[in-house]
């Protein structure tokens, strides 16, 4: 949901840092909006596999039986939610990069990157997993509003703190999103400025790259970021969605061996598809 900000900033770091919040949360409501119909498909094949033959049968069976806009469940939760989530991602990201550095203008490696981009998702989930649990429950509804047990985000929001209080209504997966959330933020970094290396010509630096090279190797971070988390994505749906809270402080590698006893390996890649094409 985020990934899209370090390109923005890197882009505009001439700007104030109010610009560049600005920058970053209206290009983040943009990526949500494009890309949330893909999103839809990807967490329904996620967590109800057996509805759907795959990703064309999926946004088929949505669009004749609830019509187009469903395609769009779910979204108000991000598009709410990106300018706080972006803010605290690229805080904590600066700030575990300037722990990192020892003299000023030093080039991190990019295991440093990568430990600076794991701890900032880490503590980016917080307020992600929240965006996120509000997401997966409205886009897991079928059928009108008429029908639907949850009338919105809000809504949502409310009966699952009623019922099971915050932490196990509101921060349902949590652990689950830190889970993901750790390798692919890891990944995206370390794969963002690996890829700004790899442009950048010899005596040069990667900040003086055009936006065009920024916004492909953006595209290679994005990659990378469901390379090296896309199981525990699966995992947390799924986690999510249940209507009861998971058990025990383990649930994430309990959820694991579920899906892979039940369903098999592949079970853990479903709706890869729609979020390669979406990135």
């Known amino acids: 949901m985020t990934e899209v900000i370090d390109v923005v900033t890197t882009i505009k770091s001439s700007k104030s840092g109010w610009e560049d919040f600005v920058a970053g949360s209206f290009a983040g409501m943009a990526q949500v909006a494009v890309g949330q119909p893909l999103d839809t498909i990807k967490v329904r094949l996620q967590i109800e596999a057996t509805k759907f033959k795959g990703p064309m049968d999926c ?6 039986k609830e019509g187009p806009f469903a395609l769009y469940k779910g979204m108000a939760s991000p598009l709410i939610g990106i300018g706080a989530v ?16 020892v003299s000023p203008g ?3 490696t990019l295991h440093q990157i990568a430990i600076a981009g794991g701890g900032a998702g880490a503590i980016n989930s917080v307020l992600s997993s929240p965006v996120e649990l509000l997401k997966v429950k409205m886009q897991a509804q079928y059928g009108s509003k008429k029908v639907a047990k949850y009338k919105g985000p ?3 929001a409310q009966q699952l703190i009623k019922e099971f209080g915050i932490r196990n209504g509101l921060y349902r997966g949590f652990w689950a999103t830190v889970a993901r959330e750790i390798p692919a933020y890891a990944g995206f970094y370390s794969g963002f400025e690996f890829a700004k290396r790899k ?16 916004m492909l190797s953006g595209s290679f ?6 390379a090296c988390c896309y199981p525990l994505d699966v995992i947390k749906s799924k986690v ?3 209507h009861n809270p998971p058990k025990g402080i383990f649930y994430v590698i309990t ?3 579920s899906i892979y006893n039940s369903e098999g390996a592949m079970a853990l890649l479903r709706g890869i598809t729609p979020t390669v094409i979406r990135r």
């Open 59 to 64: 946004f088929l069976q949505t669009v004749k």
């Open 86 to 101: 972006n803010a605290l991602l690229f805080a904590a990201y600066s700030r575990l990069k300037e722990i990192q550095t």
């Open 106 to 108: 030093e080039q991190l």
């Open 154 to 156: 809000i809504d949502c």
């Open 199 to 214: 442009f950048t010509p010899v005596g040069s630096s990667p900040d003086s790259l055009p936006p065009s090279i920024l």
């Open 221 to 226: 971070a994005g990659i990378c970021y469901w």
């Open 240 to 242: 999510q969605n249940q």
């Open 255 to 257: 959820t694991f061996r």
